[in-house]
């Protein structure tokens, strides 16, 4: 069973409970985040492990809430599915799009085939 | 109150230190060299794979990681194979940093998996504050060694050519003199030497 984060309704249940409040102020709330990452993530870009915890906290909100589970897992070439592929470091700007980390999933298993593939020769 | 820790420990730093000597020893360069990040790689046997180079990538998932400018190296790790993809469509220096980044959480052999306590949230990922700082600090030490940057001080050289003479942004040097503390001995050397003609 593959898992994604529902990053549209992380970023709408943020915006309503945030209401008027400036992002500055709640993201002293949520506290050791930034306003820009906060804002990145009411634009719906993916959060880190960490941050996700801390704005499920402030919701009052289990981090179950904003996961959904697919039951067809597909497998790559590699024979391993999507979510073994482990991304080890991404020097990127922390919040990534749900699109982008999907791409960057095809990245590595299309690097991993050519690694492997250059090293047999 | 107690001290907070500084991170990275001041006994990573002189280890960045003596590794980042200790490597240009090893390629046959002196203390004060420019060092390749790409160099470094291959003698490190860690593939590197540019972006663009990547064989069955669709021209439109580049594009999309282009237009977006959000992504600039990664290192995987997958069955047992460790390598490094990167941007290459970034500058120079910015691919040298980048490169130098990721070799960096490799020589210090970061962890790849995710932590216990997050498992089940394996699909987002895992942003270590102590991690990042070593690479951080440990990939500008083999950028730019502080034995070539007190050299290059000795003789004033500026911010633009000690930049250019590392491929290395402005703001990489700025990062360095302030880490090392670089201006601060050459300017007691300068003086000793002043006292003592």
């Known amino acids: 069973m593959s898992k994604e984060l529902n990053t549209e ?31 990145r993530i009411e634009q719906g870009k993916l959060p880190d492990v960490d941050t996700f915890i801390k704005v499920c906290k402030w919701l009052d909100e289990t981090p179950e809430t904003f996961i959904i589970k697919e039951d067809n897992q597909s497998l790559t070439s590699i024979g391993a599915s999507n979510r073994d592929l482990i991304m080890t470091h991404l020097r990127a700007d922390k919040e990534l799009s749900p699109d982008t980390i999907k791409i960057l999933e095809n990245v590595i298993e299309l690097a991993y085939q050519q690694v492997v593939a250059d090293g047999k020769k | 109150m107690g001290k907070s820790k500084s991170i990275p420990s001041s006994k990573f730093k002189d280890k960045a230190e003596e590794l980042s000597a200790n490597y240009r020893t090893e390629l046959g360069l002196q203390f004060y060299s420019r060092l390749d990040a790409f160099v470094l790689a291959q003698h490190l046997k860690i593939p590197v794979i540019a972006i663009s180079c990547l064989k069955g990538f669709s021209k439109e998932d580049l594009g999309h990681l282009l237009k977006l400018a959000e992504w600039h190296a990664l290192t995987a790790f997958v069955n047992n194979v460790k390598f490094i993809v990167h941007n290459d469509f970034n500058s120079k220096p910015r691919q040298q940093s980048d490169l130098f980044h990721e070799l960096a ?88 030497q002043l006292k003592e003609s």
């Open chain 2, 105 to 192: 959480h490799i020589i210090c052999e970061h962890p790849h998996e995710q932590p216990k306590d997050y498992e089940n949230f394996d699909f987002l990922r895992s942003y270590n504050k102590t991690y990042e700082k070593e690479a951080e600090y440990l990939g500008a030490a083999l950028h730019i060694p502080k034995g070539g940057l007190i050299a290059k001080l000795k003789y004033n050289r500026s911010v633009d050519q000690i930049s250019a003479e590392y491929l290395a942004s402005k703001q990489q040097v700025y990062f360095r003199l302030h880490e090392t503390g670089a201006r601060t001995i050459v300017s007691r050397i300068k003086a000793k």
């Open chain 1, 9 to 39: 309704l992380l970023a709408s249940m943020i915006k309503s409970r945030r209401g008027d409040k400036g992002l500055r102020v709640v993201a002293q709330e949520i506290g050791d985040i930034s306003a820009p990452t906060l804002s």
